[in-house]
């Protein structure tokens, strides 16, 4: 299991067939983290993963809702386009998540989530020039 924290995001890599025993020990390391280092967002890489079954995409996502309880913004990104068919054949949702194409893509929604918490608006918000 690997993964890097810069500041207070940590970037997970997922690997492509995913075991539960990975994404059980990956949800108790994630949530120690968040919880000890008071991590503010977490953005899990999907670009490697091209297959998942229910059991999967039921504990990340279970992980994902876990995170924001603790106090994270969880970010999904990379997913392709036949990783999203599956999601939704499963019927796999992350309710309350927003998505983003790429790692650039999630690291700039947690800047607009820093910015937010800060109480300063964010650069895209009307009103701002």
């Known amino acids: 299991m690997r993964f890097m ?16 025993a990975y994404l059980t020990a990956l949800r108790g390391a994630l949530s120690a983290l968040v ?14 993963v091209t297959f998942m079954d229910g059991l999967a995409a039921g504990i990340i996502r279970d992980t994902a809702y876990e995170l ?9 990104c990379g997913i392709g386009p036949g990783l999203a068919a599956c999601l939704v054949d499963l019927g796999c ?9 790429d790692r650039e893509g999630a690291l700039s929604l947690l800047a607009m ?3 937010r918490w800060s109480g300063l608006p964010a650069d895209d918000e009307p009103g701002n020039a």
């Not at 919880?35 to 490697?48: K, N, P």
């Not at 949702?93 to 194409?101: E, I, V």
């Open 5 to 20: 924290v810069r500041g207070r995001v940590a970037m997970v890599p997922l690997e492509d067939r995913m075991e539960e």
């Open 35 to 48: 919880h000890e280092r008071g991590l503010r967002g977490v953005i899990l890489d999907f670009s490697t």
């Open 68 to 76: 924001s309880v603790l106090g994270a913004v969880v970010v999904p």
């Open 93 to 101: 949702t992350f309710p309350g998540l927003q998505t983003a194409m």
């Open 113 to 115: 989530s820093a910015r």
